[in-house]
Structures are given as C-alpha cells and as structure tokens.
DNA sequence: CAGTGGTCTAGACCACTGG
DNA sequence: CAGTGGTCTAGACCACTGC
C-alpha cells in the first residue's frame, strides 16, 4: 500500500527477553509499546516540535512496517499522558504549554468564585533573578551535586491587583544558559511556554507535596497577610522527558480567596 | 459460536441523532460508548457486586451481538475510570475499596519518611456519631435540601500514635439508614469498604477543595497541637454513579510529617 | 489444558476538517 | 473532495491463570 520508508528504524519484535544475567524478569515488551518509545524518542529529539503535527497514524504505520491499529493504540498512550493532542479530520500534535486553553496546565488554584477564565489573566512581577550554587535541598530533587550550578527565580502572582502565588523556582543552569529576569519579565505566556521556545525543554509531568506553613516575614509582606497566617505550601518537582527531573519550584499560595482543587479516581 | 443471550438488552447502532427541538448537537455516540453505558448500567443496578467478576468479552460480546473489539474497548474505559480492573488470565472484576492494596485509594497524605506501608495501619477514634438536620452549608454539596436528615460523623485518624487526621464525614440520612457509631467502631477496614458491604454505595470519584487554615480550640485539642496551627483543610465531595454525591467530608490534616501528594500530568 | 485477557492484523466504513 | 483520526469487525495468535 504506502511505500516503506525509513528502513533502519523499523522495531524487531522480541518476544524472548533479554537472558543476559540472573534476570528472572520476563520483559516481554508488545509491538505498541516497542512503537511507543520509538515515537517518544523523536519527541525527545525534537523531530516533531511543539504545536507541529506528527506524521498520520498511515506514515507511521509504513515507516515502523506495522498496522495501523498498532500505531493507533501506541498514541493512544502518548495521548493518555498529555504528550500529543488528537484532532479528528486533522492530525495529531506535539502537547505545548503555549496554547491558550491549556495555559497553566499544571496550576490547581482556582478562584473560589467563578472560573480561572472569568479572573483575567495572572499579573506577574519578577522580584529576583540570580545564578548561585546548589545547597543539598535544592540539588537533590534535581538530581544534581550540591555546589551545581542553578538559577534561581522569585516572582509573585496577582489576580486582580491580589497577589496570591509567590514562587521561588530553581532551575538547573546549563540546559537554561542565557535566562535572564529581563526575558522573563517581557515574555507573555505560560513560564513553561518559553522553556520550550527558548530552552527546547518540554516539561511532561510534575509531582506536588503539599503543606499548611505559617508566613514568615518576607512571605507576607509580599503577599499582604499578616505574619503567621496560614499558606498552602506547594512544592513541585516538574519532569521533561524521560523522569529527568528539571525545575524544582516552591510556592506559597493564599487560600483565602482560592484553592487548591483536586480530582481524585 | 456463543449462543445469544438477553435478546432484549442490544443497542440499536444510531448515527442519526435525535431531531426533536432546537438539539443543534449531533449527539453521535459510538457502539462502544453504548455499550459501555449498559455494563455501567449493570454495574449500578448490582448485576454483578464489588469484588466478583463480571461475564467474559467473549460472553458480552455474545450479549450485546457487537464483537469483543467493541466489549474490549467498552470495558478500556471504566478499567481506566478504576470502576473495573483487569487481571489477565482470570477475568474482569468489578472493583471495590475493600482490597487491602487499594485501602485508603482517595487517601493523598503520606509520610514524610518511608511510604504507607511502613506506617502500619491507622489508629481510628469515633468521636462523635449523630443524625441532624442539614444546614444549607452541608445541603447543597449534597445536593439536599436544608433541613434534610444526615448523619454526622466525626472521627480522628492516628499514625503510629500521633493523631494526624481530624475529619467530620456527612451522609445522606436514607442510604445510610442504620449506621451507628458501634458499628464504625467495630468494622476493621476501610469505611468506604464498609459503604459497599452494607449499605451497597459504591464511591467511584471525588472532589477535594484544600486550603491553609488555623487550628481552632477544638481541632487542636484533638490534634494536639497549638491552637492557631497551620493545617491542611480538605474538603472533598464523594460521588457514586452517575455522579450522584453520597458524602461530604471536611478533614484537618496535621502537616508536620506527613504532606499531600499530588501527580500532575 | 481450557478459559481469560492482551496483542496484532487487514480491511471496511464513518465523522470531521480543510481546500 | 482527499486526507485525517475514529469505529467496528473477524480472525489469528500470545501470555497468563488455575485446574
């Protein structure tokens, strides 16, 4: 039917695991998933970048020389995990944090009345900006070595003139070599949004802890609550491809007038 | 092959959608979505009860006169809504909070240090257990009216003999006819396990709402901490099928060492 | 070994998008 | 209208479970 392209990257199916070692571990690995990570792979290169469309399930099926039900159900994971968006009659995309409606995919704070749309858009202010060494809190979680090299950001959030979200955001300083406050505070989007266009780092997945804190001095000067009154204290840990671990971000919110929404199943 | 079983219960294949009045929605939905309605159907009706299994895909298939492909990707779905789950090899089961590897299944706080496991099982304290009228505050949540009957359920989760969990539980008074504070007392497991086994309420889904408060007097006594002390409050809706909301719930949670988890993607 | 869920294929047709 | 994703089928075979 379609001619075959790309004749070097087309799986082998393997249903003997490896039996190198002690492994007592099957590994039997379907064809959509040995598909899956062959996809995920030029996501990772940035073959298809953010926003631009993947070849169509047909293209893929030829290329890897397997049916297209196995492509199809090879994005349906990709697509399960937020990594590419469907469109029928179109294509499938590469996920972006850059689209409007997806914008603050990671935020969980929703006004207590009202919508997040019927809110406006968050003001931003940029407090602090500089590069410094990693102690071990910080360079844990990024899986780097105390003493690493990391920006490190603080910024508050406004919603309709109320700050509400003070951040501290650490970075580690090589894949992010050239991010200035300057950039930070002309850009208009999604902070996620410029990693991708500027750095080329995609962030996938990120994992929260959660905890009730008193404001210390500093915390409630810039948010406007007295000292000690209570804050969610969120620390999130966000992931590019592959679990790397790439940004480490404490935040502190007011819930007075938001919270923190969850779904749970 | 298999021969037809429950001539009555097939779908009817509609790609027209309904025309009456000014339905601008074409309100297309595929074979598998409707056979996906008729096992949640079952499901509800208690056809077949948590933790047994249901018929095969094959068996199904026969049922609904549709082919396993259609059955499979049918079931795809609730396994991923957690209201089935799968083991190869011996069938479909209808899933149930009452398994010990999926106990406290809504439950996000985790210690600090070390994972659930290694904390042994929860200390449980019935403090209170009470019918009363509902105020508006517990309604409509609910979706009651004011002044319907609920029980009240207060009660205070300990780890490892720090109390950690502070929750008042508010139920709808019908579907919970017959509750009493002995008998919480007494069922060793988990409460929503209790739900399904005596009161048939399967919670499928839930909501929560967190905040950043200060203990009150009454919270901190029960807690042992300072009063003022920052704590979680979690705020969640239960719901049961057809996202009928079966329990309220307003929970306090110590924070020092123990944190709410949350996976984002 | 039979029965279950899980994978894979090939092909037909449908719904949706855009030129 | 052609091209995309979405649905549905029928049949083959594989992996896992328990008897």
Known sequence: MATILSPL????ALTAA????????PAFSPLYQQIKV???KSLQTGEWKPGESIPSEMDLAARFRVSQGTVRKA?????????????QGKGTFVATHAEHHVQYRFLRLMPDKGDTSSEGPAERRIIDCKRQRASADIARPLT???GDAVLQLRRVLAFQGAPTILEDVWLPAGPFKGLTAERLATYHGPMY???ETEFGVRMVRAEE?????????AAAELLEVPVGEPL???ERTAFTYNDLPMELRRGLYRTDTHHYKNELS
Chains 1, 2 share one sequence.
Request: cysteine-free; proline content about 4%.
């Open 193 to 195: 949004a410029l990693f």
């Open 18 to 25: 490896s039996e190198a070692g002690a492994g007592v571990t």
């Open 144 to 146: 780097l070595r105390p």
């Open 38 to 40: 062959l996809i995920l």
């Open 9 to 12: 990257t087309h799986p082998v």
């Open 232 to 234: 969610l204290s969120v």
């Open 209 to 217: 802890k959660i905890r009730a804190v008193a404001a210390d001095a």
């Open 75 to 87: 994005i349906d994971e990709l697509s399960a995990e937020n990594l590419v968006m469907r469109r």
